[in-house]
Structure formats: structure tokens, C-alpha cells
């Protein structure tokens, strides 16, 4: 068998199960869904499965993986080579929006706590490379990751009532005025 038959192939079969995964998450909770529904909705066999991911968490993982990576390929961390930071938080929406399903699953009613913690941290340590000038500790970090994730959260569980640039706009005044904030100096009060 050639190699790009073979790629093709372990492409289908992830798509199948990414698909299949979403589909479950929906209907029964991330918690409550196993690998079996999933191979089975899917129509891939456990091998194909087991072959590709340990565990249901692993396939999490990768599709988030996956999703980060392009995003942070679009999202430029040189803020001269990439867009102004307003364009940033657009592009960061319009990749939400594009994986709106996957993301909605995740973090709706009948997602996982698991997957919006690494989604938090994750959002955290982009947001700690942005700032300027580095605050001295990691609240502004967390409290912005944090935000963001219920900003992605809220627009997702509301069936995304504004556009991705219009979200952008309100997390982005809401974050600055958070980084404003972190950039103050300190008062010597109790």
C-alpha cells in the first residue's frame, strides 16, 4: 500500500471518529459516552481506533491540539509579522466559530470540566506571551484565560448571537481593562 493511500486513510478514520465524537458529546455528555459508541457511530473498528488514540481523552486532546496549533499559526506571535492586536481577537473567534460545534460540546451543559481547565490554561499561557510589559505574577494571566474561556463559553451556549468580530470587540475592551488594571501601580492599603 502506498504512503499517501495510507495517509488518506488515517485521515478518514479520524475524521470519522472527531465527527462521531462530537455527535456522542452532544447527545449523552463527554463523561457518560465510551470508545465503543464512539467506534461505533463512527463505523471504524476499536483497532482503527486504538491504532490512532489511547483513550477518548487522547482524541480530545489531538482535535484541541490541532485546532491551538492553526490558531497560533494564524494568530502570529510576533505582533509585527501578524495582524494588530484588534485583527488577533477577530481571527481568534473566527477560528471558535469555524470549530463551533467541537468547542460548544466541550464546553456546553455536557462537556468536561477536563477539557475547559486545559482550555483555560491554554488560553492563560497565550495570553501570558501578549502581555507587555510581563505583569510580576500570574493573576492578569489567569484572570484573562479565564475570560476568554467564558467569553468562548458564553457566545457558544447562547448560539452565537453576535458575530466573531463583534465578540472579539467586547473580550477585547473587557481585557483591556483588565490589563489596564494589572499595569497600575500597586496602593499600600490594607
Known amino acids: 500500500m502506498s504512503q499517501p493511500t495510507e495517509n488518506l486513510r488515517v485521515r478518514r478514520t479520524r475524521k470519522l471518529l472527531r465527527d462521531a465524537l462530537v455527535e456522542l458529546i452532544e447527545e449523552r455528555g463527554f463523561d457518560r459516552l465510551t470508545v465503543g459508541q464512539v467506534t461505533e457511530r463512527a463505523m471504524v473498528s476499536r483497532a482503527a481506533f486504538y491504532r490512532n488514540y489511547a483513550d477518548k481523552y487522547q482524541l480530545v486532546e489531538q482535535i484541541f491540539d490541532e485546532a491551538m496549533a492553526e490558531l497560533l499559526g494564524t494568530v502570529s506571535e510576533d505582533a509585527g509579522a501578524g495582524p ?26 455536557k462537556g468536561s470540566p477536563w477539557f475547559a481547565a486545559k482550555m483555560r490554561a491554554s488560553l492563560t499561557d497565550m495570553v501570558k506571551e501578549h502581555l507587555r510589559p ?7 494571566a489567569a484572570v484573562l484565560g479565564a475570560m476568554f474561556t467564558q467569553s468562548i463559553t458564553w457566545w457558544l451556549g447562547n448560539g452565537r448571537p453576535c458575530t466573531p468580530r463583534e465578540i472579539a470587540t467586547r473580550s477585547a475592551r473587557l481585557a483591556g481593562a483588565v490589563i489596564a488594571e494589572a499595569n497600575r501601580p500597586p496602593t499600600n492599603s490594607p
Open 84 to 109: 494588530p492586536a484588534a485583527e488577533r481577537w477577530v481571527v481568534f473567534f473566527e477560528h471558535i466559530d469555524r470549530y463551533h460545534r467541537f468547542y460548544a460540546a466541550l464546553l456546553g451543559a
Open 134 to 140: 510581563p505583569p510580576s505574577d500570574s493573576l492578569p
